[in-house]
Protein backbone atom coordinates (compact mmCIF):
# COMPACT_ATOMS: atom_id res chain seq x y z
CA UNK A 1 0.00 0.00 0.00
CA UNK A 2 2.91 2.71 0.84
CA UNK A 3 3.94 1.85 -2.76
CA UNK A 4 1.05 3.11 -4.22
CA UNK A 5 1.04 6.27 -2.28
CA UNK A 6 4.36 6.64 -3.53
CA UNK A 7 3.28 6.17 -7.18
CA UNK A 8 0.58 8.56 -6.77
CA UNK A 9 2.52 11.16 -4.89
CA UNK A 10 5.30 10.64 -7.71
CA UNK A 11 2.90 11.62 -10.63
CA UNK A 12 1.22 14.65 -8.78
CA UNK A 13 5.31 15.75 -8.09
CA UNK A 14 5.99 15.64 -11.69
CA UNK A 15 2.70 17.18 -12.86
CA UNK A 16 3.46 20.10 -9.67
CA UNK A 17 6.65 20.31 -11.92
CA UNK A 18 5.37 20.45 -15.22
CA UNK A 19 3.63 23.20 -14.13
CA UNK A 20 6.00 24.98 -12.97
CA UNK A 21 8.66 24.44 -15.78
CA UNK A 22 5.33 25.79 -18.00
CA UNK A 23 5.19 28.76 -15.90
CA UNK A 24 8.91 29.66 -15.89
CA UNK A 25 9.47 29.12 -19.59
CA UNK A 26 6.69 31.32 -20.38
CA UNK A 27 7.68 33.50 -18.16
CA UNK A 28 10.95 33.59 -19.61
CA UNK A 29 9.34 33.13 -23.49
CA UNK A 30 11.77 30.00 -24.31
CA UNK A 31 10.45 28.31 -26.69
CA UNK A 32 9.89 24.51 -25.52
CA UNK A 33 8.44 21.67 -26.02
CA UNK A 34 6.42 20.73 -22.86
CA UNK A 35 4.47 18.14 -24.67
CA UNK A 36 6.73 14.72 -23.80
CA UNK A 37 6.54 15.79 -19.92
CA UNK A 38 2.54 15.85 -20.79
CA UNK A 39 1.80 12.82 -22.41
CA UNK A 40 4.04 11.18 -19.72
CA UNK A 41 1.92 12.51 -17.12
CA UNK A 42 -1.17 11.07 -18.83
CA UNK A 43 0.30 7.76 -19.38
CA UNK A 44 1.42 7.65 -16.12
CA UNK A 45 -2.18 8.20 -15.12
CA UNK A 46 -3.89 5.80 -17.23
CA UNK A 47 -1.09 3.45 -15.53
CA UNK A 48 -1.24 4.63 -12.19
CA UNK A 49 -5.51 3.96 -13.19
CA UNK A 50 -5.39 0.76 -14.34
CA UNK A 51 -2.99 -0.80 -11.44
CA UNK A 52 -5.28 0.60 -9.13
CA UNK A 53 -8.56 -0.59 -10.18
CA UNK A 54 -6.87 -4.31 -12.00
CA UNK A 55 -3.73 -4.66 -10.03
CA UNK A 56 -2.12 -5.05 -13.45
CA UNK A 57 0.71 -2.33 -13.61
CA UNK A 58 2.43 -3.55 -17.13
CA UNK A 59 -1.13 -3.45 -18.76
CA UNK A 60 -1.95 0.22 -17.69
CA UNK A 61 1.96 1.09 -18.64
CA UNK A 62 1.04 -0.58 -22.08
CA UNK A 63 -2.55 1.50 -22.58
CA UNK A 64 -0.90 4.61 -21.27
CA UNK A 65 1.88 4.23 -24.29
CA UNK A 66 -0.13 2.87 -27.39
CA UNK A 67 -2.27 5.88 -26.66
CA UNK A 68 0.43 8.00 -27.97
CA UNK A 69 1.83 5.32 -30.13
CA UNK A 70 -1.17 5.72 -32.29
CA UNK A 71 -1.53 9.75 -31.76
CA UNK A 72 2.18 9.95 -33.18
CA UNK A 73 1.85 7.25 -36.39
CA UNK A 74 -1.43 9.36 -37.07
CA UNK A 75 0.12 11.97 -37.52
CA UNK A 76 2.94 10.64 -39.54
CA UNK A 77 0.70 9.40 -42.26
CA UNK A 78 -1.13 12.73 -42.21
CA UNK A 79 2.16 14.33 -42.94
CA UNK A 80 2.61 11.49 -45.44
CA UNK A 81 -0.48 12.51 -47.31
CA UNK A 82 0.36 16.27 -47.25
CA UNK A 83 3.93 15.17 -48.40
CA UNK A 84 2.28 13.27 -51.59
CA UNK A 85 -0.65 15.56 -52.90
CA UNK A 86 -2.18 17.11 -49.74
CA UNK A 87 -5.95 15.39 -49.52
CA UNK A 88 -6.42 12.18 -47.92
CA UNK A 89 -8.81 11.55 -50.72
CA UNK A 90 -6.88 12.93 -53.58
CA UNK A 91 -3.65 10.66 -52.93
CA UNK A 92 -2.51 6.79 -54.26
CA UNK A 93 -2.96 4.47 -51.88
CA UNK A 94 -0.38 4.75 -49.30
CA UNK A 95 2.09 1.82 -48.95
CA UNK A 96 1.81 0.14 -45.77
CA UNK A 97 4.44 1.41 -44.28
CA UNK A 98 4.77 4.73 -45.81
CA UNK A 99 4.17 6.93 -42.44
CA UNK A 100 7.29 4.58 -40.03
CA UNK A 101 9.43 6.27 -42.83
CA UNK A 102 11.99 8.99 -40.96
CA UNK A 103 11.36 12.00 -42.81
CA UNK A 104 7.60 11.77 -41.40
CA UNK A 105 9.11 11.61 -37.87
CA UNK A 106 9.98 14.72 -35.76
CA UNK A 107 12.36 14.70 -32.64
CA UNK A 108 9.67 15.94 -30.67
CA UNK A 109 7.49 12.72 -32.14
CA UNK A 110 9.63 10.36 -31.25
CA UNK A 111 10.31 11.78 -27.78
CA UNK A 112 6.55 12.33 -27.15
CA UNK A 113 6.98 7.78 -27.06
CA UNK A 114 10.02 7.15 -25.82
CA UNK A 115 9.17 9.29 -22.79
CA UNK A 116 5.98 8.31 -21.41
CA UNK A 117 7.34 4.68 -22.05
CA UNK A 118 10.26 5.17 -19.79
CA UNK A 119 8.13 7.11 -17.00
CA UNK A 120 5.87 3.91 -17.96
CA UNK A 121 8.60 1.36 -17.57
CA UNK A 122 10.14 2.68 -14.43
CA UNK A 123 6.57 2.85 -12.50
CA UNK A 124 6.09 -0.60 -13.92
CA UNK A 125 9.34 -1.88 -12.12
CA UNK A 126 8.38 0.12 -9.19
CA UNK A 127 4.74 -1.71 -8.50
CA UNK A 128 6.60 -5.00 -9.34
CA UNK A 129 9.24 -4.93 -7.29
CA UNK A 130 6.77 -3.28 -4.50
CA UNK A 131 4.20 -5.95 -4.72
Same mark, same amino acid.
Given at each position: M??? #?? #?? %??? /??GLA &???? /??? &?? %?RWRIAVDLTPIEHALIAAAVQVGWGLTAGDWIAGGVMG?? &? /?VGREHAQAEYRYINAHG???? %??PREPA?? =? &????????????????? %??? =??AIGVIAHAAV
Open positions: TAL #LI #LT %AAL /FA &LALV /FAT &LT %AVL &L /FGSRY %ATIG =C &LHPRYWSTGSVLDIVVP %AAV =CL
